[in-house]
C-alpha cells in the first residue's frame, strides 16, 4: 500500500539546507494499522504531508497504491489524493463558511468518480458518526469532538483506501478522544490503512505497529524508544 | 471538473460570504450606476437636441443673423465659426424669399421682451416675457402644441389683429396660480393628495408645478403688453426642454408685431422646400434672394444637415467623456474589487489548504476564484444596471426637461464591462490562490 524508500526532505533556512527527513525507510500494508510517534519537531507533520502528497520529496521514492508518487505532476497528485487518502487533522480544519453537510460532501466534488447518490452517502456517512440532525450547522456551533467526527467523516466519504491522521485527538478532552478512537477503530475494521501521526502513547497503543521518528530516520518500537518519548 | 461546477463552487463562496461580496460589490455598483445614468443623460440630451435640430425637417433651411465662417474643408463651421453680428433680416427679406422658386412656406420670427399685464387692482399679475412675432406656420414650425383655444390665423395675420397665443408659464404666471395656496381655492373640489418632497422639487425645476392645478383660464379674455391691450386667443402647452422653449413667450401675429411694437429684425427665418430634391437650389436661392437687400453678407442660410454635423460634433465630446467616465469607473472598481479578492484569498488560505488537501487541482481552485470575482463584477453590474434603469424610469415619469435614453448597447457595454472588469482583476487573485503549496496553506494562522 505504501512504500517509501530513501525518502528525503530538507528546508531551507538562511540560506542553509537543513534536512529534516534524511533517508526514511517505510512499509505499510493495506488494512495495517500504523502509529509514528516523535518530538515536536522531529519531523512528523513533514513525513504526514509527504504521505499524504501535500509536499514533495527532494530525495527518495514513494509508492501509493502501487503507483510512483514521485514521478507524479500536481494534477495527478492531487487526483490520486482524492481518489486514494483520507486526511484528519489535530485542527479539523473544516471551512467554516459551509454547513456540516457540504464540508462532507467537498471531496466528492472534486472527485473523477461518477457518484450516483452523493446525497444518500454523506447523510449515510453523518449518521455513522452520530451528527446527521446537526447537518445544516456551521462548524463554530459544534464542539471539538463532534468537529472531528464531521473531519472524519468527510476523510472517508470517497472510500480512500488510507487515512492519515495527524494528532487526530490532540484538541479533544479525554472522553471525545475516545470516541474519535473508536471511530477509527470501526474505520480500520471496515479495512482501510490507518496512518496516525502522535505524541500521545494512549492513541499509539491503539495501532497494530508503532515507529519511532529521530534524527529524521524511522525506527521500530523498542523500550528505549518508549522511554524517549 | 466541469465549469458548471466551478461555476457553483463560485457562487457557493460569495455565498457563504454574502457580507463581504456586499461592500465589495460596492464599487461595481457605483460605478455600473454612474456608467448607466451618464450614458441615458449623454443620448438623452444628444436625442433631445437632434430631436429639435431635426424636427427643423430635411427640407427646411434656417436663416439666422450674422455669418458662419467656412471650416478649412469649406463646411460651415456653426461651432466656432458664428460671427455675432446685430440681425439685419428684415420681413422684407421673408417677402423676397417667399418668392424664391420651390419655396413652400416661409416662417420669420422677431423676438422682444416686454410686460405682459392681466388684472386690475391688488389682483393684478405683471410678468415679463419673450414676445414673438411670426406667422400661423409658428406653432408647426416649433413643434408647439395647443392645451386651449386656437391659434392665429392667416387673415389674422394680414388684418394686423391685436390676438396673442400664451405660453404656459406666462399663462399660469397671469393667473397667479403658483401664488394662490390651496386652501382658497373655489368650489367643493376634493383637495389633491400633497406631492412628496421630491415631485414638489422636480415640479419645480421643470415648471410645472401647479399648470393643472387651476381651472381657470384666460382665453377669450384681454392682456395688455405694455400700453396696448391683446386678446387671449389660445394657450400653448408646456413644452419645456432643453434650449427653447415656448413656455415663457408670448406669440402674435408679425404684422402685428411690427406695428405694435418696435421690432423691426428677425431673429430668425425658417425657409421651407417643395422637397429635399431641390434642397440645395432652394439654399442657393435664398442667399441670393437675401443678399440682393444687403450690402454685406451679414446672415447666413444653413440646411438642416449642417446642423446636425454641427451638433454631432458636441455630442461627440459628450460620448468621449463618456468614455472616460467609463474607463475610470471600471478600472477604480476593478481595482477595488482585485483588492478584496486578493485579501479574499489571504483570509482564505487555510481553505485553499484544505481544498487541495481533498483533491482540488491548482486549475480547480483558480477556476473557483476566477468564477468568484466574474460573478461578484456580474452581480454588481446587475444590480448597478437595475439602479441606472430605476433611476432612468423616475426621472422620465417626473422631469420633462428632457427624456433621459437607456439604448441596448448601453446595457450590453455595462454587462460586458462588469464581465471584461472581472475577468482581468480576477485573474491575479485566482492565479495566487492556485499556486499555494497546500502544506503551507494549512499551516497558515
Known amino acids: ?229 | 471538473m466541469k465549469l458548471l461546477t466551478g461555476f457553483k463552487l463560485a457562487w457557493f463562496g460569495l455565498w457563504s460570504n454574502r457580507f463581504r461580496v456586499l461592500f465589495a460589490m460596492m464599487g461595481v455598483v457605483i460605478g455600473m450606476f454612474a456608467v448607466i445614468v451618464l450614458s441615458a443623460i449623454a443620448i438623452g440630451v444628444k436625442d433631445t437636441m437632434m430631436k429639435q435640430m431635426g424636427g427643423l425637417g430635411a427640407e427646411q433651411i434656417l436663416v439666422i443673423p450674422g455669418r458662419v465662417l467656412d471650416t478649412t474643408s469649406g463646411q460651415k463651421d456653426l461651432l466656432s465659426g458664428l460671427t455675432s453680428v446685430p440681425s439685419t433680416l428684415t420681413y422684407e427679406d421673408a417677402k423676397a424669399v417667399e418668392e424664391v422658386e420651390n419655396v413652400r412656406s416661409v416662417t420669420p420670427q422677431l423676438e422682444t421682451v416686454s410686460f405682459v399685464q392681466w388684472g386690475e387692482g391688488e389682483g393684478t399679475q405683471r410678468l415679463q416675457a419673450a414676445v414673438v412675432g411670426s406667422t400661423d406656420q409658428y406653432a408647426r414650425v416649433q413643434h408647439a402644441e395647443l392645451a386651449e383655444g386656437r391659434f392665429f390665423t392667416k387673415e389674422e395675420q394680414e388684418k394686423k389683429a391685436k390676438v396673442i397665443v400664451l405660453g404656459s408659464n406666462i399663462h399660469d404666471g397671469l393667473l397667479g396660480k403658483e401664488q394662490v395656496p390651496e386652501e382658497s381655492r373655489d368650489g367643493g373640489t376634493p383637495e389633491a393628495e400633497p406631492k412628496p418632497w421630491w415631485q414638489r422639487l422636480l415640479g419645480t425645476v421643470t415648471g410645472q408645478a401647479s399648470a393643472e392645478e387651476k381651472a381657470e383660464s384666460l382665453v377669450g379674455k384681454d392682456v395688455m403688453i405694455g400700453e396696448t391691450s391683446y386678446r387671449v386667443i389660445g394657450v400653448l402647452a408646456p413644452n419645456a426642454t432643453l434650449g427653447s422653449s415656448t413656455d415663457n413667450n408670448v406669440v402674435m401675429p408679425i404684422e402685428t408685431a411690427l406695428v405694435q411694437t418696435d421690432m423691426k429684425n428677425l431673429t430668425k427665418m425658417v425657409v421651407e422646400a417643395e422637397s429635399t430634391a431641390v434642397i440645395d437650389q432652394v439654399d442657393v436661392d435664398v442667399f441670393s434672394a437675401i443678399k440682393e437687400n444687403h450690402q454685406e453678407i451679414d446672415f447666413s442660410v444653413v440646411k438642416q444637415d449642417q446642423m446636425l454635423e454641427a451638433l454631432d460634433r458636441v455630442t461627440s465630446i459628450l460620448q468621449v467623456m463618456l468614455a472616460g467616465i467609463t474607463l475610470t469607473a471600471l478600472v477604480i472598481s476593478g481595482t477595488g474589487i482585485m483588492n478584496v479578492m486578493v485579501m479574499s484569498v489571504r483570509e482564505r488560505t487555510r481553505e485553499i489548504g484544505i481544498r487541495k488537501a481533498l483533491g482540488a487541482t491548482t486549475f480547480e481552485v483558480m477556476v473557483q476564484f476566477f468564477f468568484e470575482t466574474v460573478l461578484l463584477c456580474l452581480l454588481g453590474g446587475v444590480i448597478g444596471l437595475g439602479l441606472g434603469y430605476a433611476f432612468v424610469e423616475v426621472w422620465n415619469a417626473n422631469v420633462s426637461i428632457f427624456s433621459l435614453v437607456l439604448p441596448m448597447w448601453a446595457v450590453k457595454l455595462a454587462l460586458y464591462s462588469s464581465v471584461v472588469v472581472g475577468t482581468l482583476f480576477g485573474i491575479y487573485p485566482a492565479l495566487k490562490a492556485a499556486r499555494m503549496n497546500p502544506s503551507k496553506a494549512l499551516r497558515f494562522e
Open chain 1, 1 to 229: 500500500m505504501i512504500e517509501l524508500r530513501e525518502a528525503k526532505k530538507w528546508f531551507r533556512s538562511g540560506g542553509e539546507k537543513v534536512p529534516v527527513l534524511r533517508g526514511v525507510n517505510l512499509r505499510v500494508e493495506q488494512g495495517e494499522y500504523v502509529a509514528i510517534m516523535g518530538k515536536s519537531g522531529s519531523g512528523k507533520s513533514t513525513l504526514l504531508n509527504l504521505l499524504g502528497t501535500l509536499d514533495t520529496l527532494d530525495g527518495g521514492e514513494y509508492e501509493l497504491a502501487g503507483k510512483a508518487v514521485h514521478k507524479m505532476s500536481k494534477r495527478k497528485r492531487a487526483a490520486l489524493r482524492n481518489k486514494e487518502i483520507g486526511f484528519v487533522f489535530q485542527h479539523f480544519h473544516l471551512i467554516p463558511n459551509l454547513s456540516v453537510y457540504h464540508n462532507v460532501m467537498l471531496p466528492l466534488t472534486y472527485s473523477k468518480r461518477r457518484w450516483s447518490k452523493k446525497r444518500e452517502r454523506v447523510m449515510d456517512l453523518l449518521e455513522q458518526v452520530g451528527l446527521a440532525h446537526k447537518k445544516r450547522q456551521k462548524p463554530s456551533r459544534l464542539s471539538g469532538g463532534e468537529k472531528q467526527r464531521v473531519a472524519i467523516a468527510r476523510a472517508l466519504v470517497n472510500e480512500p483506501g488510507l487515512i492519515l491522521a495527524d494528532e487526530p485527538t490532540g484538541s479533544l478532552d479525554e472522553e471525545t478522544t475516545e470516541s474519535v478512537l473508536h471511530l477509527l477503530d470501526r474505520v480500520h475494521k471496515d479495512g482501510a490503512t490507518i496512518l496516525v501521526i502522535t505524541h500521545d502513547m494512549e492513541v499509539a497503543k491503539r495501532a497494530e505497529r508503532i515507529l519511532f521518528l529521530k534524527n529524521g530516520v524511522l525506527e521500530e518500537w523498542s523500550d528505549e524508544a518508549a522511554y524517549r518519548v
